[in-house]
């Protein structure tokens, strides 16, 4: 099947050809662990686990390579360990916050279904040589200084290497971004020390309490100096020496450490570089910029794709607006499946709204389908799929640069032949479980049937109330008239006792009695609402329409065969 991918560099959807179909290539930006990941962070991170899935399935689990890294070298992560462990050593505390953030984004991707990757590689093992060989930071570089791709200078805050941007012609290709077009501004700071204003940096200085490594290195002659270095060039040349080593205890730029974990497991070249918009300037120009020039290779990576923005109820994320949100904060309320479903319902290039409404609506259409998976005991088999029932429109879809809302509609037509015909649930578990919805089998997450705890004469009962009812906790949010207590107290009243955790986990058990069907508190709530239309009383008639919505009982008036007023219900998907 063909793959096409959106490529942000040639700005067209083109047809994916990898350099090695036995060796397919990824990498993505990873974190930098200062903190716990927001929900921004959660996306790419949903988006490329999904190419991955596609990938292994379309060129075999054991012919792709997927590489996230870990950023734990930051001057927010020195930040953050000064304030939150003043006590200890700043290399102790970095230790510490590092270790924290880092365990905590693997348990939130692993709650929102992503696999881990092939490797994950952090940059602080990558910036002196490496005795496997492999790309390190500092030797990337020294080539980039012997090349004349970069220079030694010293600035406010002390000596740096800068990569020169004039010395490559094509810079700013991926972001349209030409040179002589840039003009200085409140962004960029022109510092008298760079040769130009968009020159980054390599390797910079580390102060007395920032941590650092011993980097030597070897200016080339023709790369350029300040006044400082020239006079020390001048000086090495009447002692007959063609360089001298200048020695920076400091720490690499953000920039080349993504450079050099790329090349250290994918190659000098690649298949797909990945990551949110966010990056595409300056990170990825400079990745680009810097590989390229120490490589000598046309390209870094052959395909360039980024995911768009995330909004928060209309407005863009931040603690300043009190609508910051991580996913460690948003999982304690709703299952990884919920907040991932939310996620793919919008394209991965498209902007998306991130809104309470939407988690609601995901929730409910995850319970309908963890129904049939609980009521045909069902269990999708995680460790080992049957590729075989996969379904060739959902994987069209997604091969068609991961279009992820079609494949989600496709999902549902399967669901919908699943309830019509049982032999097909195992084909719809099975592409449940490709999609990455890894807890529609659990008890208690969705389904309505705790086949443990419920007796077989209860079980009717049971089902028909909480696939009703489950949901009562989100509804009541929402202002409902009919609150989760008074939910509760109905339920009881039936004989079953409910109780929900934070995370849509149940605790169900019974009383013992046996009441009234459920149809018939449904049919009573209608015939009230009929009565209150009748004497044209329509607020009482909304508030019971609303009711019946946060039931779960989607309602339809029409009129009967003799013209008068009639009012249909059922169970809403």
């Keep these: 099947m ?9 700005k067209e959807k083109r047809v994916f050809v990898p350099l090695d179909r036995s060796n397919v290539r990824m990498y993505v930006c990873g974190p930098t662990v200062y903190d716990f990941a927001h929900i921004g962070n959660a996306r790419p991170v949903i988006v490329f686990d999904v190419l991955f899935r596609l990938l292994r399935h379309l060129y075999g689990e ?17 930040d953050r360990a000064a304030r939150d462990y003043p006590g200890l050593p700043l290399n102790d505390a970095i230790r510490k916050v590092t270790e924290k953030t880092a365990a905590q984004f693997h348990a939130d991707v692993a709650a929102l279904g992503c696999l881990p990757p092939t490797v994950e590689p952090r940059a602080t093992d990558f910036v002196l040589p490496r005795a496997d060989g492999k790309a390190d930071m500092k030797s990337l570089i020294q080539t980039l200084l012997d090349r004349g791709n970069a220079y030694v200078a010293i600035g406010t805050e002390g000596k740096e290497v800068l990569f020169d941007v004039t010395s490559m012609p094509d810079y700013g290709a991926l972001s ?4 002589d077009e840039q003009m200085p501004g409140a962004r960029i700071a022109v510092d008298a020390h760079k040769k130009n204003a968009e020159d980054f940096v390599l390797w910079k200085e580390s102060g007395s309490r920032e941590p650092g490594w ?12 300040d006044a400082e270095f020239e ?38 070249v690649f298949d797909i570089h990945g990551g949110g918009l966010d990056l595409i300037f300056p990170h990825h120009e400079n990745e680009i910029a810097q590989s390229r020039c120490a490589h000598g290779t046309h390209a870094m990576a ?68 963890a129904d049939i998976i609980s009521n045909m005991a069902l269990e999708p088999n995680y460790e080992n799929p049957d590729l075989s029932l996969l379904d060739s429109t959902m994987i069209r879809t997604l091969s068609d640069d991961l279009n992820t809302p ?88 039936r004989g079953i006792v409910v ?50 919505a946060a039931m779960g009982v989607a309602i339809k008036d029409g009129k009967g065969a003799d013209g008068k007023p009639v009012t249909t219900w059922e169970v809403a998907r």
């Design 62 to 78: 054991t012919h792709v390579t997927y590489v996230r890294n870990i950023t734990d070298v930051d001057d927010k992560i020195n």
């Design 499 to 548: 109780r929900i955790g934070r995370r849509g986990e149940v605790d169900v058990g019974f009383s013992g009695r046996d009441d009234e069907p459920l149809d018939v508190l449904v049919e009573r709530l209608i015939a009230d609402r009929s009565a209150a239309r009748a004497r044209k009383d329509f607020a009482e008639s909304d508030r019971i329409r609303d009711q019946l």
């Design 176 to 179: 349209r971004r030409r040179l």
């Design 2 to 10: 063909e793959l096409k991918l959106y490529d942000t560099l040639t």
């Design 231 to 268: 006079i020390s060039r001048k000086n090495a040349a009447r002692l007959g020496l063609n360089s001298r080593v200048v020695t920076i205890h400091g720490r690499p730029g953000w920039h080349i450490e993504c450079s050099a974990m790329s090349a250290a497991y994918l190659g000098d």
């Design 302 to 369: 052959n395909y360039w794709l980024h995911n768009g923005f995330l909004q928060v109820e209309g407005e863009k994320m931040s603690k300043s607006l009190g609508n910051f949100v991580t996913i460690h904060e948003l999982l304690a309320d709703w299952p990884g499946d919920v907040v991932r479903l939310t996620m793919l319902k919008s394209h991965y290039r498209s902007p998306i709204d991130w809104r309470r409404d939407e988690l609601q609506r995901s929730q409910f259409e995850l319970r309908s389908w």
């Design 214 to 225: 011993k980097g030597e290195f070897v200016p080339n002659p023709s790369g350029g100096y």
């Design 406 to 493: 079609l494949a989600i509609s496709r999902l549902h037509e399967l669901a919908d032949q699943a309830r019509k015909d049982r032999s097909k649930g195992a084909a719809f578990a099975a592409n449940v479980n490709f999609i990455g919805l890894t807890s529609l089998h659990r008890p208690g997450f969705f389904s309505s049937t705790i086949a443990a705890n419920v007796p077989p004469e209860k079980a009717n009962l049971f089902t028909d109330s909480m696939r009703l009812m489950l949901n009562f906790k989100n509804y009541s949010a929402n202002n409902f008239s009919l609150s989760a207590s008074s939910i509760s107290s109905q339920l009881e009243e």
